[in-house]
């Protein structure tokens, strides 16, 4: 028998790199990329894409699927604003609450307040009133 280790792998290099990269990224940051990442997918999924040369990006429209990530996001801004600072927290806020609109905006038959995406972990989102 032999005492000697098996050479690492290529993918073993590439996960213990992954592993000390991740190490340096402070957690606010990590919170604010995944949050970014929901924003950009609930963005196209409400229609809101940019018009393209293949076409509108309102074909992009899926709200069964921008309900999901709205709520992702509801869920994720909630409980990490805590943790985050008023400052980053306060942008997350901002954004969702501005999906939460494109959400009901896109809508055929809107929720009623308090039922629409993350609605149940926000509260009701409304327009607010004109000046």
């Known amino acids: 028998m032999s005492d000697e280790q098996p050479e690492p ?3 073993d290099r590439d996960s213990t790199t ?15 990329t995944a949050a970014v990442h929901l924003m950009s997918a609930a963005a196209v999924k409400c229609g809101l894409a940019e018009d393209g040369p293949d076409g509108a990006g309102a074909d992009y429209l899926d709200l069964d699927e921008a309900r999901k990530l709205i709520t992702a996001l509801a869920g994720l801004v909630t409980s990490a604003a805590p943790e985050i600072g ?8 901002d954004g969702l609450r501005t999906l ?30 004109a000046h």
């Open 18 to 32: 992954a592993t000390r990269d991740i190490a340096d990224v402070a957690a606010v940051e990590i919170i604010t």
């Open 86 to 93: 008023s400052q980053h927290a306060r942008a997350l806020r």
């Open 100 to 129: 939460q609109l494109a959400f009901r905006e896109a809508s055929t038959f809107p929720d009623a307040p308090g039922d629409g995406p993350g609605e149940k972990l926000t509260g009701p989102v409304l327009p607010r009133a």
């Open 9 to 11: 792998t290529t993918d």
